[in-house]
């Protein structure tokens, strides 16, 4: 699975910015998908799974009403909405494909990854 992720940006704080990760291959529908993001001089974090046929999603605590994880099986792409953005948000976000079942959130869950997408909030 090949991933590219687009829809990063500079947004003011409190605004909103929607990201894709568009797949290639035919086994999208069989990966549950995760989005996370790496700020500067950090770790890279987990935000947000979606199970393979959509119905289940996860969200890192902080995130939860503000991230919105989504996918279009027949679009092979998996979204992350995020709203009332904070200077704290600002990260490079990838997106992943897992190997694992249900809602994967450990970086290891993850055998494929996408390039990453700057998204830069201020304040």
């Known amino acids: 699975v090949q991933l590219q992720a687009s829809g990063g940006g500079l947004v003011q704080a409190g605004g909103s910015l929607g990201l894709s990760c568009a797949a290639s291959?035919?086994?999208?529908?069989?990966?549950?998908m995760g989005w996370f993001r790496q700020a500067p001089g950090k770790e890279r974090e987990f935000v947000a799974a979606i199970n393979r046929n959509g119905v289940y999603t996860y969200y890192k605590d902080s995130l939860k009403g503000r991230f919105t994880i989504s996918r279009d099986n027949a679009q092979n792409t998996v979204y992350l909405q995020m709203n009332s953005l904070k200077p704290e948000d600002t990260a490079v976000y990838y997106c992943?494909?897992?190997?694992?079942?249900?809602?994967?959130?450990?970086?290891?869950?993850?055998?494929?990854w996408g390039q990453g997408t700057l998204v830069t909030v201020s304040s």
């Open positions: 992943a494909a897992a190997l694992s079942l249900g809602l994967p959130v450990r970086r290891t869950d993850y055998a494929y």
């Open positions: 291959g035919r086994t999208f529908s069989t990966h549950a």
